[in-house]
Structures are given as structure tokens and as C-alpha cells.
């Protein structure tokens, strides 16, 4: 080991408490991660954006995020100097699958170890197939240098696609598509928590019954309906224009259900822009979305200790929270 790596690794804490954080500390450690996540956007020319068009107020923001940080098997961890935040994680776990939500340390910390040693405090050992490990990281060396030690490797992209809503109006109005349109209706909640309940273990290899309940209680969810039995496929969209998840059988159901999950939110929607996230191998919907005009914001990686089997029929978590 070279001098460096070893004095790097004995890093000097002093001062530094690492602790498990509460529950009504996540304002204060998303406030502290928000900043620090923007400096680095816009040190990269990339305009910060989470979620709802127009913004989000915390309100409505922390309800999905005490949800996640609520369940059994959730961590939240923070590190101070002096009473002030400087590092902050957190996870959050379905059935097999423990997902990172987010690991910030601030600039004027970072490279020293700190990262590393929140990641492990909420990492230990190694991932099992009882309980994998995920997480979407920014494409940065950094994030993804910190993250790949821990049992993750990358499986695909997921980007962050924006189009002014105007536009989309009128490419959609002018839109010359061949085929018939499948047929898309609002579901009963019944019917789309069923869905999911066919469809998400064998697209994300894991299921998440509670996070569609708490969707179930928030937003509308769409459905492509074309014959009997459940629906093709799926999207939730909530009344502030947040489009997805969405969960399809095949990778081309995925289109029309965002699309009208789209259209939905860009009729009644005052903001200028519309924002959703895709995974990259989701080719059918990329290339609907590309010619329709939307542009890459913010291109994120999502690391998985296993693969996820059909991330081509999946369209991730608006605003970005999680996969
Ligand atoms: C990513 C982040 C959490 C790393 O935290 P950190 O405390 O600086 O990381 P550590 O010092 O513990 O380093 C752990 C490993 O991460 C990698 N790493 C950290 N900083 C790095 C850098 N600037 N460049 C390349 N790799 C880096 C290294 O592999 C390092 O281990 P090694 O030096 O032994 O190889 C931190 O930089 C951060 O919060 N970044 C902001 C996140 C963000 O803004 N994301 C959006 C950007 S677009």
C-alpha cells in the first residue's frame, strides 16, 4: 500500500461525530446535500432540478422521503464538525434489495475518507442474495470510484430528460404515428397495484408492495388496456406532473402509457418544462422521447451487486429518489 493510500485511510476524524441521524433531521440534511449537489451541477454547466415542475416544497417532498427512511432495515447517518452537517447517507430497503438514497460529504471535506466511511458504516461486509445493494450515482469518477468497492457494479444509465412544455405541445399535435394507439385508461387501485405486483419482480428482480400502496395514496396511475386480464402496462403520475415509475410487458408498452402520462401533465401543467427519467436499455421509449425533442440534463449510472433482469420495460422514480 503506498504512503498516500495509508495515511488516506487512517484519516484524521477528530472532532467529527458520526451518528445515526432522526427521522425529523431529514430537512436539515436534504437542505445540506441540495446545496452541495448544485455547486457540483453547476460547476458542470448542468441546471439542478428535483422533481415537480415550477419546484417542490418540502411539504410534499419529505412525505415520500419519511416513507422511505420509516421502513425496517432504513439507515440515516450524518457526520458533524462543531454542530455543522458535513456529510450526510442514507438507505432505505425493500424485501432483498437495500437501496442507497444518498451519500453527500461537503467539498471542503471530501477526498479525506469520509464518503467511504458512511458508505461502510451503512454497507458492511459484503452484498448476499438475500439482501443485494443498489444505487443511482451522477456519472461523476467520484461517485462512481466511492461506490464500486462496495459490491456494485454499473447495470445501465438513467437519464434525466427535460423539454420546454411548449414544445412538446406541438410536436405531439404534429406527431404522425402509423400505428393505432393502444388503448390507455385511468385504473382502479386494485387493478394497478396488481400490475405491479406481476410485472416489477420480473423487470427490477425485487418487488416493492409498500412503495405502490404509498404511490397508490398520492397519484393517478394510468394503464394500457388491450384485452382482458391485467394491464399491459403501467405509470403512475401525480397531480404536480411527476410522470413514473412505470412498468410495462414489453418494452414498446412502455411507451404509450408514459406518453399519455406526459400529455396528462402537459395540458394542465403552468411550468415551462417537462422532466422525467429513463433508463438507457428502455430503447423504445428513448427514441419516442428523442424525437418528440427531449434533451439529456443529467446522465446518472445505477449500480446493482445483481443484474436487474428487464430495465428496457421500466421507466424510474420521478423526482429522482430512488430507482
Ligand atoms: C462522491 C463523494 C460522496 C465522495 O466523498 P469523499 O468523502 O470525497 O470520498 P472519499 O474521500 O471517502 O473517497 C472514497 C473513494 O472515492 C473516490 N473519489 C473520491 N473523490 C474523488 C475524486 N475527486 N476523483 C476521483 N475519485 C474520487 C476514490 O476512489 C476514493 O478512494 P481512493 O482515493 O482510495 O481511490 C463526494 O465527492 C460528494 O459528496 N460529491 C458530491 C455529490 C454530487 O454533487 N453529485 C452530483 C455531481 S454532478
New binding site residues.
Given amino acids: 500500500m503506498s504512503d498516500e493510500?495509508s495515511q488516506?485511510?487512517t484519516?484524521d476524524l477528530a472532532g467529527c461525530e458520526l451518528r445515526t441521524a432522526r427521522g425529523s433531521e431529514l430537512r436539515r440534511a436534504r437542505d445540506f446535500?441540495r446545496a452541495?449537489?448544485?455547486?457540483?451541477?453547476r460547476?458542470?454547466g448542468?441546471e439542478p432540478w428535483y422533481g415537480a415542475p415550477g419546484g417542490r416544497d418540502w411539504e410534499r417532498e419529505s412525505a415520500l422521503q419519511a416513507f422511505l427512511q420509516a421502513q425496517p432495515g432504513a439507515r440515516f447517518v450524518v457526520c458533524e464538525r462543531a454542530g455543522e452537517l458535513i456529510?450526510v447517507a442514507r438507505t432505505t430497503r425493500f424485501e432483498t434489495m437495500d437501496e442507497a438514497l444518498?451519500?453527500?460529504?461537503?467539498?471542503e471535506?471530501?477526498?479525506?475518507?469520509?464518503?467511504?466511511?458512511?458508505?461502510a458504516e451503512l454497507w458492511s461486509g459484503t452484498p448476499t442474495p438475500d439482501l443485494g445493494r443498489l444505487a443511482v450515482?451522477?456519472?461523476?469518477?467520484?461517485?462512481?470510484?466511492?461506490?464500486?468497492?462496495f459490491g456494485v457494479m454499473p447495470v445501465a444509465g438513467r437519464w434525466h430528460l427535460r423539454i420546454p412544455v411548449a414544445l412538446y405541445r406541438e410536436r405531439r399535435a404534429a406527431e404522425v404515428v402509423d400505428e393505432d394507439p393502444a388503448p390507455v385508461h385511468v385504473l382502479e387501485t386494485g387493478t394497478a397495484l396488481e400490475t405491479w405486483a406481476e410485472l416489477e419482480e420480473g423487470v427490477l428482480g425485487y418487488a416493492r408492495p409498500w412503495l405502490h400502496e404509498w404511490f397508490a395514496r398520492d397519484r393517478v396511475a394510468l394503464g394500457v388496456v388491450a384485452g382482458g386480464g391485467t394491464p399491459d402496462a403501467v405509470c403512475w403520475v401525480s397531480a404536480e406532473g411527476d410522470v413514473g415509475p412505470a412498468v410495462a410487458r414489453r418494452p414498446e408498452d412502455l411507451v404509450p402509457v408514459v406518453l399519455a402520462a406526459l400529455d396528462r401533465v402537459a395540458s394542465a401543467c403552468e411550468a415551462p418544462e417537462l422532466a422525467i427519467q429513463c433508463t438507457t436499455p428502455a430503447w423504445w421509449l428513448l427514441r419516442r422521447l428523442r424525437l418528440l425533442g427531449f434533451r439529456l440534463h443529467?446522465p446518472s449510472w445505477i449500480l446493482s451487486s445483481v443484474p436487474c433482469p428487464a430495465l428496457d420495460r421500466y421507466l424510474p422514480v420521478q423526482p429522482p429518489a430512488l430507482l
Fill in positions: 493510500l488516506r485511510d484519516i446535500a452541495v449537489v448544485d455547486r457540483a451541477l460547476a458542470r448542468i456529510a444518498e451519500v453527500v460529504v461537503a467539498p471535506y471530501s477526498h479525506r475518507g469520509l464518503g467511504r466511511a458512511l458508505l450515482v451522477p456519472g461523476t469518477t467520484a461517485d462512481l470510484n466511492l461506490y464500486l468497492p443529467w
